[in-house]
């Protein structure tokens, strides 16, 4: 979330993690704070830098310190994020909007939309601007799209709703600004059923039936799996559900 932190320490970090971990390293970039006002406050500090209208140009500058020789890197220039950079980390777009795909699109990056908590959003339409408009790049000759998506695979798709009540508390505690821990399946189940939770909660086959058809409609690469649950059992359950029925 690059308005909670300046881009030079952001690039130094990550160029560090590359030199240790040679071609293992990506490097997500979002522009919303990612938390509350008073948690992106405790983070920015006082720091006019910091803001979300600079994004464009902090953004350019953590690409032109991590080896983008299509940037000019501005007063960056004369730095250099790690002593010696024999490689680099593979820089990611991240957005929810058509904002994001936008900015990938005109800086040829890989994209992943956050399709595990932008429900009701069009997923669709932030894809189909960014391959219309993906300007090619070295490393990325051609658009690289990414949809993340939350799951939860149970025995039966009535076990797999229960589980999923916790993330239906999750989204009632986000928009009325009262956050806390993820609470138990049991103290889910008074809320209206109608509320939106985790978007694929079914059998294995039935959360992969769905699966299959958010890549068919997207023309996704790659699919990135997440999961608001209680227990972490839940979780590892799950993605062992999938992965079978996938036939991982």
């Known amino acids: 979330m ?12 990550f160029a560090i993690l590359e030199a240790l971990h040679p071609g293992r390293i990506d490097l ?3 522009r919303a704070p990612g938390t509350d006002q008073a948690t992106a406050a405790a ?3 006082v720091s006019p830098y910091l803001t979300v209208e600079q994004f464009p140009d902090h953004l350019r500058a ?16 004369r730095l250099r994020a790690t002593p010696v950079a024999e490689s680099f980390p593979e820089v990611w777009m991240l957005g929810s909007s058509t904002y994001g795909a936008q900015v990938a699109a005109a800086l040829g990056l890989p994209f992943c939309y956050a399709y595990h908590f932008a429900m009701g959003s069009d997923v669709d339409a932030a894809l189909h601007l960014y391959r219309a408009g993906f300007q090619p790049s070295e490393r990325f000759p051609e ?15 009535a076990e797999a709703q ?16 009262r956050l806390g821990p993820i609470v138990a ?29 958010l890549v068919e409609r ?25 992965a079978k029925a996938w036939g991982l």
């Open 2 to 13: 690059l308005p909670n932190h300046m881009p030079f320490a952001v690039a130094e970090q």
């Open 28 to 30: 997500g970039i979002g």
């Open 43 to 45: 983070l920015r500090g």
């Open 62 to 77: 953590v690409l032109a310190l991590l080896g983008d020789d299509r940037i000019d890197p501005g007063p960056v220039a």
């Open 143 to 157: 658009p690289y799209p990414m949809v993340s998506a939350s799951v939860i695979a149970a025995e039966t798709t």
């Open 162 to 177: 229960f589980l999923a009540g916790p993330s239906r508390v999750m989204v009632q505690s986000l928009r009325t600004g």
């Open 185 to 213: 399946p049991e103290n889910a189940t008074d809320l209206d059923p109608s509320l939106p939770g985790t978007q694929y909660a079914g059998t294995a086959e039935e959360v992969v039936a769905g699966l299959d058809a």
């Open 218 to 242: 997207t023309g996704a690469r790659e699919v990135m799996l997440a999961g608001t649950v209680y227990d972490p059992a839940t979780r590892q359950d799950t993605l062992a559900r999938i």
